[in-house]
């Protein structure tokens, strides 16, 4: 039955998860905002510059791919929209991203789980390089 | 770099971060409490039960599974946070929902983000579902559930175990 007790459990199950979620959130939070505000990303992006024709993008991709990564999804797409990028193009990268995005945040999200997530983050990067290249090849 | 408005934009994005997981989460915590005493939540598991028997997990599973892949990692692992507190959850069970979840989550509000500025939709669903289904297999296979789980978990009843928190 429902009862005022089912609406008192929800609340409290509700905020205690997101006092969970807040206390790992906010550093982070600050953390990258940071980041974004130094030369890093672009500095790292510059580096991968080269090996960005194995997954068939340009080197300037490479600025999305990290920012993504680091950063969310918004940011990685405010780099591609400045790219003139072809429709496989977009495909490979968002499909790269997807794999692995916003990994600082979602590591610590998922740390709080009881995980160690060193291993979840080299397989998203790993996951994340192998469907570029196989999309490269099948589309 | 001024660091006074750095600092400023850091707090109030992270605040309206927390603002928008609020959002979502306190609402569909409360949802979940009202299905759970309609007696819903038994049978929601049920439609998760061939994916529990094929990882060899307890139904109780299925619940932070498929809230993350609908809803983000952050909703995923909140529910986790709740199942493992409510005891329902081997740390096996844990890493095997976390592997799912990192692969493959918001598969809904992500994906259209990419559609949106031109990707191929199905080309981004698809392959991230078959690639966390087949990972995790292997995972399930590797690791060997607790023997309390086997062959059938015994249903715990709810509240059961809050006590004994982990966390």
């Not at chain 1, 206390?23 to 939070?29: A, D, E, F, L």
Request: charged share 15%; aromatic share 10%; net charge neutral.
């Amino acid at each position: 039955m429902v009862k005022a007790d089912t609406c008192r459990r929800g609340l409290a199950n509700g905020i205690w998860v997101l006092w969970e979620l807040t206390k790992v959130t906010i550093p982070i939070y600050i953390f990258i905002t940071f980041l974004k505000h130094t030369p890093v990303l672009p500095w790292v992006a510059d580096q991968c510059a080269p090996f960005m024709s194995l997954v068939g993008l340009p080197g300037e991709a490479s600025l999305a791919l990290i920012m993504g990564y680091c950063l969310n999804l918004y940011a990685a797409i405010g780099v591609i929209l400045s790219l003139d990028l072809t429709t496989k193009q977009i495909t490979i990268i968002a499909s790269m991203l997807l794999f692995a995005h916003h990994l600082f945040l979602e590591s610590a999200i998922a740390k709080k789980t009881g995980v160690k997530v060193s291993g979840l983050v080299a397989l998203r990067l790993g996951l994340s390089f192998l469907s570029g290249v196989f999309l490269n090849l099948v589309i | 770099m001024p660091v006074v408005e750095v600092l400023r934009e850091a707090v109030t994005g992270s605040l309206y971060n927390i603002f928008q997981m609020a959002c979502f989460i306190i609402p569909i915590m409360f949802f979940i409490e009202v299905l759970r005493d309609l007696n819903v939540l038994d049978r929601l598991a049920g439609l998760g039960a061939p994916l529990s028997r094929l990882y060899r997990m307890p139904r109780e599973a299925c619940l932070p599974l498929f809230a993350g892949l609908i809803f983000g990692i952050a909703f995923g692992a909140g529910v986790i946070l709740n199942s493992i507190r409510e005891g329902h959850l081997s740390i096996r069970d844990i890493y095997i929902i976390n592997v799912f979840l990192v692969i493959c989550h918001g598969v809904i509000d992500d994906t259209v983000l990419f559609i949106a500025i031109g990707a191929e939709g199905w080309l981004l669903v698809v392959p991230r579902v078959v690639t966390a289904l087949i990972v995790c297999y292997f995972m399930s296979r590797v690791f060997k559930p607790p023997a309390d789980h086997l062959p059938q978990p015994v249903p715990t009843a709810p509240g059961d175990g809050k006590a004994d928190s982990p966390l």
